[in-house]
């Protein structure tokens, strides 16, 4: 089991950037697809990102072009980089550890609120 925790969200402006940043705890981190999933209020758990033990990624349509998610396997951190941010992204993001590509392992963190509003 890997332990992960998110850290970097808040509020910003439309247009603005954030990083998010999950650090995960556990030697095994590194062998594992770990992926950035997104909750907006009413809505279900979407994926935004994954990415492999050896740093491909793959993105939702919704993000591409505006999202870059990348991992540096020493510290066992997985980043998500946001740019030209719109409302529609606000959400809680999670990260998550274990899964595959397309969809997620059991290992969540507590997420990290982004808020996208002038």
């Known amino acids: 089991q890997v332990q992960l925790v998110e850290s970097g969200g808040g509020l910003v402006q439309p247009g603005g950037s954030l990083r998010l940043s999950c650090a995960a705890s556990?030697?095994?981190?590194?062998?594992?697809?770990a992926g950035w999933y997104r909750q907006a209020p009413g809505k279900q758990r979407e994926l935004v990102a994954t990415v492999t033990p050896g740093g491909s990624a793959s993105y939702a349509d919704s993000v591409k072009g505006r999202f870059t998610i990348s991992r540096d396997n020493a510290k066992k951190t997985v980043y998500l980089q946001m740019n030209s941010l719109k409302p529609e992204d606000t959400a809680v993001y999670y990260c998550?550890?274990?899964?595959?590509?397309w969809g997620p392992g059991g290992d969540w963190g507590q997420g990290t609120q982004v808020t996208v509003s002038s």
């Open positions: 998550n550890a274990g899964g595959t590509t």
């Open positions: 556990g030697s095994i981190f590194s062998f594992y697809v």
